[in-house]
């Protein structure tokens, strides 16, 4: 069993920074490919950025290209989403996923654990 904690969400006018972190426990993360998801009221969960469990191979939603940075370590435990340049449409709320074996996954059905999510607000 893995457990995921996010932290890092909040309120942030458009063009600011944001960066989140997760934090994994019970068992090590190094053996997880993991990703961000996002999901706005009314919208579907959406893929946002994915890394391998190595961290050398990185997959982001071409929305967020150029502006999202996913990184971990796994000596910590911890993987984090430096998010710039902040848009009113990227408010959303985030969770953090980890899946077991295989590529990196867009769609969430294939993630086995799951955070609970951290609320990210840009104003106009």
């Known amino acids: 069993q893995v457990q995921l904690v996010e932290s890092g969400g909040g309120l942030v006018q458009a063009g600011g920074s944001l960066r989140l972190s997760c934090a994994a426990s019970g068992r090590t993360l190094s053996s997880y490919n993991v990703a961000w998801f996002r999901q706005a009221p009314g919208k579907e969960r959406e893929f946002v950025a994915g890394?391998?469990?190595?961290?050398?191979?990185?997959y982001y939603t071409d929305s967020v290209k150029g502006r999202f940075t996913i990184s971990r370590d796994n000596a910590v435990n911890t993987m984090w989403l430096q998010m710039n340049s902040l848009k009113p449409e990227d408010t959303a709320v985030y969770s953090c996923a980890a899946s077991g074996g295989g590529p990196v996954y867009y769609s969430g059905n294939n993630y086995n654990y799951w955070g609970q999510g951290t609320q990210v607000t840009v104003s106009s």
């Open positions: 890394i391998s469990w190595s961290g050398i191979s990185k």
